[in-house]
């Protein structure tokens, strides 16, 4: 099936920091991909949809200028959350649709989590 | 606008017990649903999905059936094991793709 890989897989950084995380389609082309934000015993909320070669669109109440979306290859996206605060500190979640998207089905990467001090 | 909503855990049970995570789901048209699973530490992984309904998805001896008449994608599985202990979230997404609304996720804790 189809891979989606994450790294890094953990981060620790200081308060203020910038900190990028990427998102890669081993396996196959994705035009889209999706960053999802993950809170302690909470579900996972969309922060944005990342379209190959365009301007990522954000959900309601997410700052696009704190987390910055890059989606500069068919098979890569990155996140990067600039001047890092602890209450940034979550698990961050990319996935990523397979296109030709027959099946409607978006495949998930493993994770990263972070931790801002 | 779409939903979804899923019955609020932890839920602990016993190895080899039956198992139901309840899912409703609120949407118009025809969404896909599907059920993630979710191991400690780990990302989502896809458990079993339908995208019409009456279909049923099935995987690992778990099963869920698309009832359109009660908005429902209730999971299920018929003799549960330790391994199985994870978070199981609910989700579902227009056909015309795109967006997935997740629920809350259930976590499971099977004891031995």
């Known amino acids: 099936g189809a891979v989606v890989s994450q790294h890094p897989s953990r981060v620790i950084c200081k308060s203020g920091t910038s900190v990028k995380i990427e998102c890669r389609s081993l396996?196959?082309?994705?035009?889209?991909m999706f960053w999802y934000r993950q809170f302690p015993k909470k579900s996972l909320m969309l922060m944005a949809t990342?379209?190959?070669?365009?301007?990522?669109?954000?959900e309601q109440g997410v700052e696009k200028d704190k987390f910055l979306i890059n989606h500069a290859s068919l098979t890569l996206s990155t996140l990067t959350v600039t001047s890092a605060h602890p209450e940034d500190s979550s698990f961050y979640i990319c996935?990523?649709?397979?296109?030709?998207?027959?099946?409607?089905?978006?495949?998930f990467g493993p994770g990263t989590r972070l931790l801002v001090l | 606008g779409d939903s979804v909503t899923q019955m609020e855990g932890p839920v602990t049970l016993s190895e080899e017990a039956f198992l139901t995570i309840n899912c409703t789901y609120t949407a118009t048209g025809y969404p896909s649903l599907f059920w993630y699973v979710q191991y400690p530490g780990e990302g989502l992984q896809l458990l079993l999905k339908?995208?019409?309904?009456?279909d049923k998805g099935s995987n690992k001896g778990f099963e869920a059936t698309y009832r359109k008449e009660t908005t429902s994608f209730h999971l299920e599985k018929g003799s549960v094991q330790v391994s199985d202990s994870a978070v199981y979230f609910c989700a579902l997404t227009r056909n015309t793709g795109n967006q997935f609304y997740f629920g809350t996720g259930t976590s499971l804790t099977v004891i031995p």
């Open positions: 339908a995208t019409k309904a009456d």
């Open positions: 996935s990523a649709r397979v296109w030709p998207n027959i099946q409607e089905t978006q495949y």
């Open positions: 990342s379209n190959e070669g365009s301007k990522a669109t954000y």
């Open positions: 396996d196959f082309q994705a035009t889209t």
